[in-house]
């Protein structure tokens, strides 16, 4: 870890991290603080959040405020970038999540690297530290035991305290790390961006349907390319 990162590390006696939440149907959103139906994340309309039809990769640019948004990349250890993984390879997740967090610290907006560690054990297994140089000075490294970012973490009294209301979501496993974090900050109230090229899973139709089904569902999923601040 880059030394001016700030790392924020939840007790040991958190739960075991297999314990896993049975899925639900979405639940209406409490009111956005930024307005009746429009989001701060440019282009993005509530009033079509739960629709079934909806494009996997959206087109439009996602113009963000630095101020009011924050990179969150999940597991970007070397141990799970190692996996065999689809369908992007976890060095071209690696690759794109550099860039998205370079361009996010250029614009003054927070970037938030969050690792698991297993509950329980001593020791833990050997490449469980974020993969080298990710995370630079000012980044905040999270520690999780559980499949999600949120619990027992401080993680969003931390965002709350910077004004953060957008997060930019990567990481690996989609349907795992990445969507468990997603729906604790979706239930948060925070709007949701999900960068389909930043991540990947242990196969292709697990991907493909947090990808195509879930994440629209939550708020909105673009190419990296699409990222931009305004």
Known sequence: MAPGATEFTPPASGPPAAVRDAPAPPEPRAPCPHGQNRSPVSGLDHRGRYGAAMTAIEGEPAILDPAH?????????DRITALPLVPHSGDQVVDVSRELAGRFRAAGAAVVLVRVERPGVAVQPPGSDLVAGLA???DLVVVKRTIGGFHRTG???TLAERGVTTLVFGGI????GVESTARAAGDHGYELLFVEDAMTALTEDEHRAAVALNFPRLGRVVAASAVGFG
């Open 173 to 176: 496993a989609t349907n795992l």
């Open 136 to 138: 630079q000075d000012g």
């Open 155 to 157: 993680l969003h009294e």
């Open 69 to 77: 948004t924050a990179l969150v990349l999940v597991d970007l250890m």
